[in-house]
């Protein structure tokens, strides 16, 4: 997640008086029915505040959520919820089935934390550490997937408080894995199936019509709801360049072939592709080398050098022409220093994150309302999300909540994935009620529509 530029909001941040109502009629719900989730939704958040500072207290790494899934699934339990654990690997799944028949739609939050020494200061900070690809690392939830799941949690509680006043089911996803592959790829960087695809794979979404999950960030104004219809994130490509040349004595290099020299080409030269090869004005793109590996020491040229970085397109199309310049890049200009480059793409490869046009106009209404108005379209975000895995398989709706730590100027708030990254709990609630009202609004508006096609 990224600071949201201020010149490219369109901000929605008062409800104009008078506008309730309307927001009410437009989601076909009651006024009770809504009352009644915004004040379950107040009622527990005093808890999701404990919870999250729990669960920030006790972070996992992908793969390793076991505290948080059987925190999770002792609380849905606790509702009454049928209940799944190890679905995709720690996964949990919850379904609370309403009174009356009608549709299937799921909400979702991811689980996993980051291997990040914290440096928030916070009474509850993390001092965990665990194992990530063979070394102990320091673990923090920088991207405020606590948050998620302590918001789903509260959800959770305001949804099955009320199921006597839903037709159809709402099915809760608590995702693992969703900041990567758990283990290492292979020698073809290939891995086991991961975070929301592996949960789809052992049937996570089965009989899902849809699907709306959010991210918190401490780059919108506060209590802010933001979103976009169409390509809303991008889609993410990991990718290691091995360049293989000669080893040799660094003093008399025309006796070796220098892979650190090809290699150094090399990352001049991709950039070349988002700038003159790859057409901008259509959709953006990023393309950048992070990690550059090879040699011993300064006399020796190395036989070897192995590269990392990542591609970051909004479009399948750019993406494949990306893919195609990348390999022919590499490629051709080790060959001109007599050298050999081979690229892999993966173990991570994350689809465009794309909202539901549909979805999203009829989502519109409910969004409003659970965020009294604060609700702005926001710019495309370079960072990837795999929720968009869900969406490819139903339609899927994914919206931002602004919630800067109190005091802090937004726009200069440390991002996710900072060391200093931290969120104002005070914004759990709207989080958990737009969540729990997109579900209810979307059981009724299928309902009504159900009703208007039967007549």
Not at 17 to 28: E, R, V
Not at 46 to 62: F, G, K, T, Y
Not at 426 to 445: C, I, K, N, S
Request: aromatic fraction near 4%; hydrophobic fraction near 40%.
């Amino acid at each position: 997640m990224h600071p949201l530029p201020r010149s490219l909001r369109r901000c929605a941040l008062a409800l104009a008086a008078g506008a309730l109502p309307l927001a009410l009629h437009a989601q076909n719900l009651s006024s009770a029915s809504y009352d009644g989730l915004r004040e379950a939704v107040d009622r527990v958040a005093p808890q999701m505040v404990e919870w999250r500072r729990d669960i920030h207290a006790h972070p996992e790494l992908s793969g390793q959520e076991e505290r948080t899934a059987k925190l999770v699934a002792e609380h849905l339990r606790s509702l009454g919820m049928e209940v799944q654990t190890g679905v995709g690997g720690h996964g949990v799944v919850g379904t609370l089935r309403g009174a009356r028949p009608g549709p299937t739609v799921a909400l979702r939050a991811d689980m996993d934390a980051l291997p990040v020494a914290e440096r928030t200061g916070l009474p509850f900070a993390s001092t965990a550490k665990a194992e990530y690809l063979g070394n102990e690392v320091p673990v923090m939830h920088a991207c405020g997937h606590d948050a998620h799941v302590a918001m789903l949690m509260g959800a959770a509680s305001a949804l099955a408080g009320l199921r006597d006043e839903l037709a159809g089911t709402v099915r809760f996803v608590f995702q693992p894995a969703e900041e990567g592959a758990p283990v290492q790829p292979d020698a073809e960087g290939r891995t086991p199936a991961f975070g929301a695809r592996a949960m789809i794979d052992d049937g996570a979404l089965q009989g899902v019509d849809a699907i709306y999950g959010l991210h918190i960030t401490a780059n919108l104004p506060s209590g802010t709801l933001g979103y976009r219809s169409g390509p809303m994130m991008a889609g993410s490509d990991s990718l290691t360049i091995h360049v293989h040349g000669r080893g040799g004595h660094g003093s008399s290099p025309w006796n070796a072939v220098d892979p650190i020299l090809a290699a150094s080409q090399i990352v001049v030269g991709l950039q070349g592709i988002v700038s003159r090869q790859l057409n901008i004005s259509q959709e953006p793109a990023v393309l950048t080398i992070g990690s550059i590996h090879g040699g011993t020491r300064s006399n020796i040229i190395p036989d070897d050098v192995e590269m990392q970085g990542t591609l970051r397109t909004f479009d399948e199309g750019m993406r494949e022409q990306a893919h195609q310049h990348i390999v022919r890049t590499a490629e051709h200009i080790a060959q001109a220093s007599g050298a050999q480059a081979r690229v892999r793409f993966g173990p991570v490869a994350y689809p465009v994150t794309t909202n539901d046009p549909k979805l999203t106009d009829a989502s519109l209404p409910a969004l409003e309302l659970a965020a009294d108005g604060k609700v702005t379209v926001v710019p495309k975000v370079s960072g990837s999300e795999d929720f968009s895995e869900f969406q490819k398989q139903v339609p899927g709706f994914f919206f931002l909540l602004g919630a800067p730590p109190a005091g802090k100027d937004y726009t200069k708030a440390p991002p996710n994935h900072s060391a200093e990254f931290d969120v104002d709990e005070q914004q759990f609630p709207v989080g958990a009620r737009a969540l729990a009202t997109l579900a209810m609004d979307y059981l009724a508006r299928s309902g009504q529509a159900a009703q208007r096609s039967a007549r």
